[in-house]
Each structure stands twice: as C-alpha cells, then as structure tokens.
T-cell receptor, first 114, second 118 residues
Framework: QQQVKQSPQSLIVQKGGISIINCAYENTAFDYFPWYQQFPGKGPALLIAIRPDVSEKKEGRFTISFNKSAKQFSLHIMDSQPGDSATYFCAASKGGGATNKLIFGTGTLLAVQP | GAGVSQSPSNKVTEKGKDVELRCDPISGHTALYWYRQRLGQGLEFLIYFQGNSAPDKSGLPSDRFSAERTGESVSTLTIQRTQQEDSAVYLC????????????????FGPGTRLTVL
C-alpha cells in the first residue's frame, strides 16, 4: 500500500528555472518529512527535511512547502542548475522513539537542460 | 570520514541460489537499516537494528530474507533461494541515536548492492 504518493515521475526544466516536485501522504501520524537526492550509482543523500509544525523551510536554493491540512508537501528548486539533475525522493516517518523507518515516494527524475 | 560501505557493488546470481550482502555502517552509528529499491520505484524498508535491541523485521517480504548484525558493526542481509522478483538494489543506511529532545537523525545511505537474479 503506497503511503506516500509522488509526482511527477519525471521533469525537464531549463537552466535557471524552478523545479517543483509534489508529494502527498496518508498517515497523519507522520511527523518528519525529508527529501533525498540520488545520483546514478550512489545512495540517496538527505537534501532538506521539515517537521509539521512549520509551513516552509528554506536552505539555499531548496525550499520545502508543507500543507498539514491537505497532507501534502513539495520541494521547490530555485534557479535550477544542470548539476541538480538527479532523482529526488520524498519520504515520511513517524517518530516517538520508534524505528523511524522512512516511507519513500516513487521518485522524480529531474533533468535540467543547459 | 568514511561513509557507509556495501559489498559487493554488483551481484549476478541464478534463480534458486543463496546470496549474502554486506553493510559496513559509519563508525559509532548504532542504528542500521536495510532498504530495497526496485527499478523505477522508491525505497522499501526491510529491517532495522538498534544496538542490542530486537530488530524490527516488519519489512522483510518473505522468510527467504534474513539479516544479522553483530553488536554495532557489520550487518549481512541473506536471501535464500533467490527469485527473479528479488532483483533490485539493496541499500543500507545508518544513523546515530538522536540527542535529548530529538526524535530523528539523518540516515546516511551506502551506494547499494545491485542484485540481478537470472
């Protein structure tokens, strides 16, 4: 059962443009929402993460927007660069001393054209 | 410092054979996870180890899958009688224990082992 739905599956953006990837979750117990970036042949690496007590978090060119009532969150990449070309995964987790296993979306393959 | 390492990087095996995958976590990381990444899909949680506590095996897809971890060091994931649907990239991640007042710490992933079952 897919608990985190991610879209689009793939995305092509021109250099300097804005890349937007969306995710929706079902389990209201989730309280940690990270985004991971994965380059070919590498493991995923944490890009940015947010808790549900804030609606937005920004780190450099990367911003997470979070809508708790809609159970949705999105990643915005401003001034997209060719080096941002990678697969991006959203994820969700439930804390409180538990396993903190990550439930991942299906990924978005981003290609930034020069 | 050294990250999470996994071996082998690639493994090709025949249907019905057993395979063993290895993960070396970051030194000092007490928590260790195994995930599976099928082609075109997100990562699926398989198993979690935390120190000497009983592992969380809730993600293992069948009894052909098992994993072990000795203390806070190396972990091995074993798949018995491999099937073609076991073909995937198997990823290992590790993290430290969150500090006081925190619930989460970043999970650091290894590069994965690509398993192909013919």
């Amino acid at each position: 059962q897919q608990q985190v739905k991610q879209s689009p599956q793939s995305l092509i953006v021109q250099k300097g443009g804005i890349s937007i990837i969306n995710c929706a979750y079902e389990n209201t117990a989730f309280d940690y929402f990270p985004w991971y970036q994965q380059f070919p042949g590498k493991g995923p690496a944490l890009l940015i993460a947010i808790r549900p007590d804030v609606s937005e978090k920004k780190e450099g060119r990367f911003t997470i927007s979070f809508n708790k009532s809609a159970k949705q969150f999105s990643l915005h990449i401003m001034d997209s660069q060719p080096g941002d070309s990678a697969t991006y995964f959203c994820a969700a987790s439930k804390g409180g001393g538990a396993t903190n296993k990550l439930i991942f979306g299906t990924g978005t393959l981003l290609a930034v054209q020069p | 410092g050294a990250g999470v390492s996994q071996s082998p990087s690639n493994k090709v095996t025949e249907k019905g054979k057993d395979v063993e995958l290895r993960c070396d976590p970051i030194s000092g990381h007490t928590a260790l996870y195994w995930y599976r990444q099928r082609l075109g899909q997100g990562l699926e949680f398989l198993i979690y180890f935390q120190g000497n506590s009983a592992p969380d095996k809730s993600g293992l897809p069948s009894d052909r899958f098992s994993a072990e971890r000795t203390g806070e060091s190396v972990s091995t994931l074993t798949i018995q009688r491999t099937q073609q649907e076991d073909s995937a990239v198997y990823l290992c991640a590790s993290r430290t224990v969150p500090g006081a007042g925190e619930s989460y710490n970043e999970q650091f992933f290894g590069p994965g082992t690509r398993l192909t079952v013919l």
